[in-house]
């Protein structure tokens, strides 16, 4: 079931953990701010793999769109983006390590289940390192579903130590930001 709200937020979680990581998610969201409003950028994390824990640490963070695009639309053009910088999911290891992974968590108050996408993301309330970027660009958002703060997912987490995050000083992400806030 779709909530039809136009022109709602659609909160995204990009990672990526080979290649040059930063410089792909930095060209990453250049090329979506191309097509797409960005009206809020968190910080840059690094965090420990989470289910295949045998791979190089990710770089995380989470955008903040203004848009109207359906949401079945909006997922085949950030899986576009993705293969745009080498993501093939068809021979990746699921959970393995991703050049790019672009992941909706939230669109406004839509909920979605289908085969391509599920909204708000299944596995979200149970990922540091998607709340805490998310919480950075929006503190005071809430779950779609269930009506509870993210905060609350975020602090129920606080004591699982093997979800180490941390934030990560990039002088060509913080130009980025720079970037984007100029732009708006």
Do not use: W
Request: a neutral charge; aromatic letters at 8%.
């Amino acid at each position: 079931m779709i909530y039809t709200d136009f022109g709602s937020n659609l909160y995204l979680s990009l990672g990526s953990n080979t290649g040059i990581s930063e410089h792909i998610i930095v060209s990453a969201i250049r090329k979506i701010s191309k097509r797409l409003e960005i009206n809020g950028i968190s910080s840059l994390y690094k965090s420990k793999a989470v289910l295949f824990r045998n791979q190089p640490d990710f770089y995380n963070c989470a955008l903040r769109l203004k848009t109207e695009v359906e949401p079945l639309d909006g997922l085949r053009y950030l899986q576009s983006v993705e293969a745009d910088f080498g993501r093939n999911r068809l021979i990746e290891i699921p959970k393995g390590p991703r050049r790019l992974d672009i992941d909706m968590i939230i669109y406004g108050r839509r909920s979605l289940k289908s085969n391509d996408l599920t909204l708000p993301h299944c596995d979200y309330r149970n990922r540091k390192f998607v709340l805490l970027p998310l919480l950075e660009i929006e503190p005071g958002l809430s779950d779609p579903v269930t009506s509870l703060p993210v905060s609350y997912y975020l602090e129920r987490l606080e004591s699982d130590k093997d979800q180490g995050i941390y934030l990560h000083q990039s002088a060509l992400y913080n130009e980025l930001i720079s970037e984007l806030r100029n732009d708006h």
